[in-house]
């Protein structure tokens, strides 16, 4: 006799065995096209006479538009579907990426900045909306961990990126950056292709699913729009109105604050050790791939408790101390990146946790909503990371100073969203009062 358990288990086996690979490699590729830069600048920034609070700004101006155009994105998103609209983002980036290469000073590296930006507004919260409308939420932190593990993982781009440069450096005439940038575009757009073969907008779609299997899916996701309040009470620009999705936006800002200063700046942190750009690549993969089994098995115990909030707050703590080790300690390239190493950790675990945070009190169109808003918002901390720390390492001649910026940044993020946990059980509190008031009203 087959149980309820046994469908579910069964089902969310084969949904994730169905998207996950392709979602992975979709994710793997966004951050690799997207952080490739940090790698590029090590001898770009020479060749075009750009300075640290330049790259600071060259970095962070992506971000620009990727917030602006970020809620646009996602209302298309709620009204076509992720596999037709995300398929044209993903083949959007390569492209852009690949013209980088064409790249003749800082204006047209801010150009082209910009332009990426608008090329993958929409990709990370299209994402977790797609995963929103396919996993309970029971297992949704898991989940999401399983897409995102390929954040950390992308680091493997960090070395071979280096590598690229290194072996196509003077071929045809051109430098090995611009060679880089050619060839990690492309495979963005051949994913976009896969991307729409493979991908189905919902459940209803999912031929690869038995019938029982189908209806339990479509069963418990309805459980759970009901139990937040239906359809009619998360429409999309309730979802941009709520006063939750403020507060996480504001948290989301310090987070991408210190993660995107730490990735753009941390190659150019190990050369002061003394590393060559080879070395220097294969131990930035360091921090990232520790990360990897920390980040599941924290998303699983998240799961497990059905907490979220203040399993972000513990790794956003676990950060800002390994950033304080780091910083006070740059002049001992071992005990620093030791403290990286744990600010990796800390960063990565953060990031799964934080995304499955909106689907535990918005649902349908308004999570899509709620998503865009922290996701577009919320990275105009990845512009000031990135801009504060070159501002500041230029200003000082030395990185400790901006570490521990990036570590205050963390810390700051981790006690607000402790305070936001606190008004989220309030609010749950206050409406099942509501409830049981009406209840008794109409009985």
């Known amino acids: ?16 065995r169905r998207f996950l690979p392709i979602l992975i490699l979709c994710y793997f590729a966004l951050y690799l096209d997207r952080l490739n830069l940090s790698v ?19 970095a962070g101006v992506f971000f620009w538009t990727y917030s602006l155009f970020e809620i646009p994105s996602n209302y298309i998103v ?36 910009l332009l990426l930006g608008v090329a993958e507004a929409g990709f990370s919260p299209a994402m977790l909306f797609f995963l929103a409308s396919w996993i309970p939420s029971s297992r949704r932190a898991a989940a999401i961990s399983l897409m995102i593990v390929s954040v950390p993982l992308s680091g493997i781009g960090t070395p071979i990126s280096m590598h690229i440069i290194d072996a196509m450096e003077g071929v045809a005439g051109m430098s090995g950056w611009r060679w880089m940038f050619l060839i990690t575009g492309l495979p963005p757009v051949i994913l976009g292709y896969f991307f729409y073969r493979i991908i189905r907008n919902r459940p209803a779609d999912a031929q690869f ?61 190990l050369k002061q050790f003394g590393l060559s750009n080879i ?11 520790l990360a990897v089994g920390p980040m599941l098995w924290w998303c699983r ?67 899509a909503a709620g998503l865009a808003t922290i996701n577009g918002l919320g990275n105009i901390g990845g512009y000031f990371g990135p801009q504060v720390t070159g ?31 606190r008004r989220i059980r309030r609010g749950r509190e206050t409406e099942s009062a509501a409830g049981a008031r009406d209840v008794v009203s109409t009985s």
């Open 1 to 16: 006799m087959t149980t309820t358990t046994d469908i579910g288990t069964r089902t969310v086996r084969k949904v994730l």
């Open 40 to 58: 590029a600048a090590l001898t770009m920034n020479d060749e075009l006479g750009i300075t640290p609070a330049i790259y600071g700004l060259v």
């Open 78 to 113: 709620s009204r076509v579907g992720v596999r037709v609209w995300v398929a044209r983002i993903i083949v959007s980036w390569g492209l852009v990426t690949m013209i980088t290469a064409a790249a003749a000073g800082p204006g047209s590296l801010v150009v082209l900045r």
């Open 209 to 269: 699913l038995n019938p029982d299997e189908r209806a339990w899916l479509e069963s418990e996701l309805a459980k759970e729009r009901t139990s937040l309040g239906g359809e009619a009470k998360h429409s999309f620009f309730r979802g941009l109105a709520n006063p939750r999705v403020a507060a996480l936006v504001v948290v989301y800002i310090l987070y991408a604050f210190s993660l995107f200063g730490y990735q753009f700046f941390i190659p150019q942190i």
């Open 279 to 289: 070395a220097v690549g294969w131990v930035a993969l360091i921090p990232p791939l």
């Open 301 to 367: 115990h998240s799961d497990r408790k059905q907490e979220r909030i203040r399993h972000f707050a513990i790794t956003g703590v676990l950060a800002a101390v390994g950033f304080c080790v780091a910083g006070l300690f740059l002049h001992e390239p071992f005990v620093a990146f030791v403290g990286f190493c744990l600010a990796g950790i800390g960063l990565y675990c953060c990031m799964p946790i934080q995304l499955s945070i909106p689907s535990t009190f918005l649902s349908g169109a308004a999570l």
């Open 391 to 421: 501002i500041i390492r230029e200003a000082t001649g030395g990185f400790p100073v901006a570490v521990l910026v990036l570590s205050a940044a963390i810390l700051a993020s981790a006690l607000l969203a402790l305070l936001v946990d």
